[in-house]
């Protein structure tokens, strides 16, 4: 690997912070400060690229993930514009209880299946307190994929929708990166997905915004409410 | 044949398609007459009011048996008397129609044309009160008189059909058209007895005609026969001749009244108009006589073995018919019904001499023309018996004794003590003797002191109301309007509406009316029958004389056959003991049953109704179409609840599909959900693909 | 390995740039779209001919970044295929917003992004390289969910946003799938992946990942359930655009890749099998169930989709006589049903516009009054029904064959019961149509073009039956993969 190499206690941080401000995105039921968090949670994952050494990747997450996307979607809740703005609490419900055990089977089982195709890539060692940030930055990554696959599937609001698809998509070019280094297939693969996570965000967001203002709903089912 | 017929006829001769046309036609003239009286009278629903102005179409339409009417069998007895022997052969009819006379034929139609004018007269007496209720306007009357004098012509119209038809289409059509007319005579007086004795015939006569048609067609199907000497060769030499054989024996052994195929006899003689029974049972049941003479090869040779197998099925059959209808007669208290049994035992006999045709083909010319005789004779008889129940019930102004000795008369002769039935007797004892039957001889004596038994009980079942009857009026103080009729109450009971206060008719008792005269007459036909026989069927006698001269027992047959020819004469003085031992045996066992049962005689005939067979057997069918009907209520049940199932079946689906459709949501709610599990599925069975064979070889 | 020819990519970008020409100046009539588009399907028949002798291949370097295309029988063939139903729809779109008051704005964007989806679907035939897939299918992915939501309305924006989180979800297993791969071996092109992959552990997982991704793209049977409400209420051209073609696109990735990585996984071909057997089952009940004649046909889909899934099984493991007919089938079936569905959507979308109804009891008295539209609805349901001599029934008796000469007869069983799940829904539509004692509702003029298009449509998919030994001949010289 092409990485220098780095402090642990440093890699150890930055990999806290981002579960922390990923549980802020997900589990804050002030969309505003959600945002702002993920917005933050964009920066910090520049600064994990610039770790990785990927300054192209670094600058590009912070211009399409930060900048753009965190952004939009702060603009979704307070910017100007013809449709009315969305309320900045979410009250919608979770999903219902009953299915939760299951919820949380399937996922760690998911979980599991990732690990055990990761310890099958770099090996028995990588169970070990992580080395290296690549690995580390890579069971970061699978751990944030956990947390947005259990916000996608139990949050109702469609902004909170977009926000756990858009920390699960971190999650998975952290595992990209962390297995497969950031060689120029992997430059291209994660910018693509950028890309096509703020092109994502914006119609989502546009959509959302519009259906609001038809409906007045902030969710798929208009049982849900508001 | 046709010379030898010819010669001891001194009578012209006449040509023979115009005499048979008009015996055929005649009787169906008269019945289209009918048949447009009733139409006329059902145009009319007032009749009284039309009588002043209509009086001549009236009068034939409220006395419907008039002089016309009894004049049906006129032509056939012109035919029988001036026919010429011979055939007509007629392309355009059915399927080719063939009529014949010759000596068999002319010798049945005599006395069948004989006995049908005697009872159509004696009907014209009987008939004399009911025709007198519907001249008054009784509209019943009127519809049942109707109905009698359409059906009377008809029935007469297929008997003397299906004697003369030699064709098979025409034969079946005259035997058909005369058992289902006779239908509406047997239920003319329209009671509960008379439906019942009327279902009983229908029920028989359909199992018979149905036997009958399917063994004709299957015989004319299988030689392609058209006539009836073809079908006879047929069976003979079919491969399943003798099944066709079984089914025309039983089918017209319903008609003939073979044990076990009589029930309908006992139950519809009773019931029916003495006129209609007279003819029932002195013609109508030769017809099955003479459906077996048709069909069955009798005294053929080269027939095939398994016909001997039937011969003794009908030898045995008609011996046991012959005593068991004996018996059961003997316990029956109507006199009628006794007759019916008698005439079940009688039939019995001949059924027996017919066998001999299947068993002994050599002897079968001899006794076929005994057979006939013995048919004739018995027909004759039991019609002037069964005439003479009426003529007890409504007595003429004779002496007792004379009366009494003229009842007897008939009644003797069928027990073979006299006159027809003495010299049938003889005759029959002397032909089985040569034939080398002496058994069957015996057991037919034998059955004759049944037959006396039978004419004992008859005579004595008159006897009793007649005397009764003597006994009330002269009883002081009895109303004299009713003294002259003394048979009332007993005719009450089978006769649906006579009124005691209208009577018309004062001439009914004299002797020259038509009922004691038809009566005489039948009588003296009866008795000297073979006399007028042998002059008729002279050629018939002098044929079997020449067959017999040529048999191998040149002494016995030879005597025999002169006597034949001689006009069927007297049995010799010294036979006289050996021919009349079974007439006082059966005296004999008269009075001593008579005497010994006198008590328990009532409870007797109440165990052995008439019909014997027919109320258990009715009994079994109501039991069965009981449950039948039973079974039937189940399946509609069965099939409702099974209807039922299949909606309930059809709303479940229905429940299901909206559940399917309800499934969909769920499904697209936890659609991130189904991707983890699609993924974690597929991903576990690629693992466990790869790493045992042995979960997927 | 040759540089890429200029008329590959003209006919990869022109699409493009005539839809962002159109959304400067919207087309009002359909001769301007017949002027403009009609060279590119011409193109791909050249392509076609061209690549007759044999495959054509050849890689593209951006910067550190380079791309493997190929171009063989069966991909230009699809891209045939994709062209003239893309011509189709413009078309039809052209006619049908004459035919109906669109919303302008809506209108305009339309054409950009049916340029967008030609691109991606152009891509997607030709990509020989993981990093081109996934970048095609992202496009085709995106435009289609845009495509989706013109209309404005809110079911058409509540199931729009369902699409579109599912499918960018969806992305993502496959996006996951591609980097383990790439961890395992190091490289994204199919060729060198098809040379060194090993059926290992990490391979698996990383197909299963791909594999659930694109069944959720591909609408196979259970992730199907965003497909049926984005039908209902999308544009009745843009309905048919991606029936036909946008799900499939999905499946031949998918079918590419099994192909390559896991040619041998007899266990997990039989799984996808029997999703796609359950597919047909499901996809046919709810197409007898559809309240509307719009959601009718989009279950149809489902059912015909599942279809394609017996592909798997029938070409894992089985002797190379099965595999051909199994492939031809497959590619035959995914011609005729694109054709057909096209034909069938455009139809319902004129009885619809017509009538003003949505539920199928409003199609009272059509027999008489759009009987063109009727019959070509009929005709598209003679192909999805697989009666001959349409394709559906070439491509099902070739199935037929194949299951029974591989003793797999369960697919029998899912082919006969598909066909009478077809029949029961296609003749619940027509009895409808001829119910006559029924009020009639005020019926809507239509123009002339917007029948024909989807009757030639109609009739093509069954003269692809009547002339399938063509189309296969291009399949033939390639073989199975």
């Known amino acids: 690997m092409s990485l220098s190499p780095m402090a642990p206690a440093a890699a150890w941080v930055l990999a806290g912070l981002l579960l922390l ?145 858009n920390l699960l998509g971190s999650g998975v070019f952290l595992v990209l990166a962390g297995l497969a280094g950031p060689g120029a297939e992997i430059r291209g693969l994660i910018l693509i997905g950028l890309v096509v996570a703020l092109l994502g965000s914006v119609l989502g967001a546009a959509l959302l915004l519009r259906l609001h203002a038809r409906a007045g709903q902030v969710t798929l089912n208009p049982v849900f409410g508001t | 044949m046709t010379e030898l017929s010819l010669a001891p006829f001194p009578l012209l001769r006449l040509p023979l398609a115009p005499l048979l046309f008009a015996a055929l036609l005649w009787p169906l003239l008269l019945g289209l007459r009918a048949a447009l009286g009733a139409t006329i009278s059902l145009g009319q629903p007032r009749p009284h009011l039309s009588r002043p102005l209509n009086q001549p179409l009236s009068q034939s339409l409220h006395q419907p048996l008039d002089w016309l009417w009894i004049s049906a069998p006129w032509p056939a007895l012109a035919l029988v008397v001036l026919g010429p022997d011979g055939s007509l052969w007629l392309e355009a009819w059915l399927l080719g129609g063939c009529w014949e006379l010759d000596d068999q034929r002319r010798l049945l139609l005599a006395f069948s044309a004989l006995l049908w004018g005697l009872a159509g007269w004696y ?131 319903v008609k003939a009244g073979v044990i076990g195929l009589h029930l309908w006899l006992p139950l519809a003689h009773p019931v029916a108009p003495t006129p209609a029974s007279a003819v029932l049972s002195g013609v109508m049941i030769k017809a099955g006589l003479v459906g077996w003479l048709s069909t069955l090869p009798l005294g053929m040779a080269g027939i095939d073995d398994a016909f001997q197998g039937l011969g003794r099925a009908m030898l045995t059959a008609g011996l046991i018919g012959a005593f068991a209808a004996a018996l059961l007669g003997a316990a029956q208290r109507h006199p009628k019904a006794v007759l019916a049994y008698s005439s079940v035992s009688q039939m019995g006999m001949i059924a027996a001499l017919v066998a001999l045709g299947l068993l002994q083909p050599d002897s079968w010319p001899a006794l076929s023309v005994l057979v006939l005789f013995f048919a004739a004779h018995h027909g004759l008889s039991k019609g002037a018996l069964f005439l003479g129940v009426g003529i007890s019930e409504q007595p003429p102004r004779l002496p007792a004794w004379l009366l009494w000795t003229l009842l007897i008369l008939p009644a003797l002769s069928l027990a073979g003590a006299l006159g027809s039935g003495l010299i049938a007797k003889w005759s029959t004892k002397k032909a089985l003797e040569a034939a080398g039957e002496e058994t069957l001889a015996v057991w037919l004596s034998l059955a004759a002191v049944g037959t006396t038994l039978l004419m004992a009980r008859t005579l004595w079942r008159q006897w009793r109301p007649w005397r009764e009857t003597i006994e009330t009026n002269q009883r002081p103080g009895h109303s004299l309007s009713t003294s002259h009729r003394p048979s009332q109450t007993l005719r009450a009971s089978h006769s649906p509406s006579p009124n005691p206060s209208s009577n018309p008719d004062q001439n009914d008792q004299h002797l020259l009316a038509p009922m004691p005269l038809a009566w005489l007459l039948g009588i003296v036909a009866a008795l000297s029958l073979p006399f007028w026989a042998g002059w008729l069927a002279g050629g018939l006698t002098a044929e079997l004389a020449d067959q017999l001269a040529d048999g191998i027992d040149g002494e016995l047959e030879g005597a025999f056959s002169r006597q034949l020819a001689g006009g069927l004469a007297s049995p010799p003085l010294s036979a006289l003991p050996a021919l009349l031992w079974p007439l006082g045996l059966g005296l004999l066992f008269s009075i001593v049953l008579g005497w010994s049962l006198r008590r328990v005689a009532t409870r007797l005939s109440h165990w052995l109704p008439a019909g014997d067979l027919w109320w258990p057997l009715a009994f079994c069918g109501r039991w069965l179409w009981c449950l039948a009907r039973g079974l039937l209520q189940g399946l509609v049940i069965l099939q409702a609840a099974w209807i039922a199932w299949w909606v309930a079946r059809e709303r479940d689906g229905l429940t299901g599909l909206e559940m399917l459709t309800r499934a969909e949501g769920w499904l697209r709610r936890q659609l991130a959900l189904l991707l983890l599990a699609v993924a974690l599925g597929l991903a576990v069975v690629l693992l466990l693909n790869a790493k045992s064979t042995l979960l997927w070889p | 390995m040759s540089p890429t020819p200029l008329h590959l990519l003209w006919l990869l970008f ?433 123009p002339l073009g917007m029948e024909l298009i989807a009757l030639v449509l109609a009739l093509a998919a069954i003269g692809l039956g009547l002339a399938a030994a063509w189309p296969l001949s291009f399949l033939a010289p390639a073989g199975v993969p």
């Open chain 1, 21 to 165: 401000l990923a549980g802020v995105c997900l589990l804050q039921r002030h969309l505003w400060r959600a945002c702002q968090g993920f917005v933050a949670f964009a920066l910090l994952m520049s600064l994990a690229w610039l770790l990785l050494g990927a300054p192209w990747l670094a600058l590009a997450e912070a211009l399409l993930g930060a900048l753009l996307t965190g952004g939009l979607l702060l603009w979704t809740l307070r910017g100007r514009g013809a449709l009315p703005r969305l309320p900045t609490l979410d009250r919608t419900a979770r999903r219902g209880r009953l299915a939760a055990p299951l919820r949380w089977l399937l996922i760690l089982t998911w979980l599991g299946l990732i690990a055990t195709a990761l310890v099958g890539l770099l090996g028995l060692e990588a169970l070990a307190p992580p080395a290296s940030v690549t690995t580390l930055l890579a069971a970061t990554g699978v751990l944030i994929m956990g947390l947005g696959l259990w916000a996608f599937s139990t949050q109702r609001h469609l902004l909170r929708r977009l926000l756990a698809f």
């Open chain 2, 123 to 253: 009907a014209r007496g009987y008939f004399a009160a009911e025709q007198a209720q519907a001249a008054a306007g009784d509209p019943d009357s009127r519809a049942r008189l109707l109905r009698f004098a359409l059906f009377w012509p008809l029935a007469l119209c297929g008997n003397l059909l299906l004697l003369v038809a030699e064709d098979i289409a025409s034969f079946y059509l005259g035997f058909a058209l005369m058992t289902f007319s006779a239908y509406p005579l047997v239920i003319h007086n329209g009671t509960r007895e008379a439906r019942t004795g009327g279902l009983a015939y229908l029920v028989m006569a359909v199992l018979g005609e149905g036997m009958i048609l399917a063994g004709l067609l299957w015989g004319a199907g299988t030689g392609s026969a058209l006539t009836l000497s073809e079908l006879r060769a047929t069976l003979a030499t079919a491969d399943m001749g003798l099944w066709m054989g079984l089914l025309l024996w039983l089918g017209f052994g």
């Open chain 3, 14 to 446: 022109a699409p493009l740039a005539l839809g962002l020409l159109a959304w400067v100046r919207p087309p009002r009539h359909s001769g301007w779209v017949l002027l403009a588009a009609l060279p590119l399907p011409l193109v791909a028949l050249w392509l076609l001919l061209g690549v007759e002798t044999g495959p054509m291949a050849g890689r593209l370097a951006l910067g550190p970044l380079t791309l493997h295309w190929r171009l063989d029988g069966l991909a230009a063939s699809l891209w045939l295929l994709t062209q003239l139903l893309l011509l189709a729809s413009a078309l039809y779109a052209a006619s049908y917003a004459h035919a109906t008051p669109l919303r302008t704005r809506g209108y305009a964007w339309l054409w950009p992004l049916l340029g967008g989806l030609a691109l991606g679907l152009g891509l997607i035939w030709i990509a020989a390289d993981l990093l081109l897939l996934y970048a095609g299918l992202e496009l085709m992915g995106l435009c289609a969910v845009g495509m989706m939501l013109l209309p404005g309305s809110v079911e058409a924006l509540t199931a729009g946003l369902r699409y579109l989180l599912f499918a960018l979800v969806g992305s993502l297993t496959w996006l996951l799938g591609i980097a383990l791969l790439l961890g395992a071996w190091g490289r994204l092109d199919l060729a060198g992946l098809a040379a060194v992959a090993q059926p290992d552990p990490v391979t698996q997982i990383a197909v299963a990942l791909l594999a659930s991704g694109l069944l959720l793209k591909g609408a196979i049977f259970p992730l199907h359930s965003w497909l049926a409400p984005v039908h209902d209420s999308a544009w009745t051209p843009i309905s048919a655009i991606h029936g036909a073609l946008v799900v499939k696109a999905s499946f031949f990735i998918l079918l590419l890749l099994w192909r390559a990585l896991l040619p041998e996984a007899i266990a997990g071909a039989w799984a996808l099998g029997l999703l796609g057997s359950l597919a047909v089952l499901w996809g046919g009940v709810q197409a007898w169930r559809a309240v509307g004649l719009k959601q009718l046909v989009a279950w149809s889909t489902v059912g015909q989709l599942g279809y394609l899934m017996l592909a798997f099984p029938l070409l894992a493991g089985t002797s190379a006589a099965v595999a051909l007919m199994a492939w031809q089938a497959t590619w035959l079936q995914l011609a005729g049903h694109a054709l057909a569905k096209a034909a069938m959507f455009m139809a319902a979308g004129n009885l619809l516009l017509s009538t003003g109804a949505h539920r199928l009891e409003g199609l009272t008295g059509t027999s008489r009054r759009l009987p063109l539209s009727l019959m070509t609805f009929g005709f598209a349901a003679v192909t999805l029904m697989g009666l001959p001599p349409s394709a559906g029934f070439t491509a099902k008796w070739l199935w037929l064959q194949a299951s029974l000469a591989s003793g797999q007869w369960l697919w029998v069983l899912v082919l006969a019961l598909g066909s009478l799940l077809s029949a029961i829904y296609v003749f619940r539509v027509l009895r409808c149509s001829f119910v006559e004692d029924a009020p009639e509702p005020a019926f809507r003029p239509l």
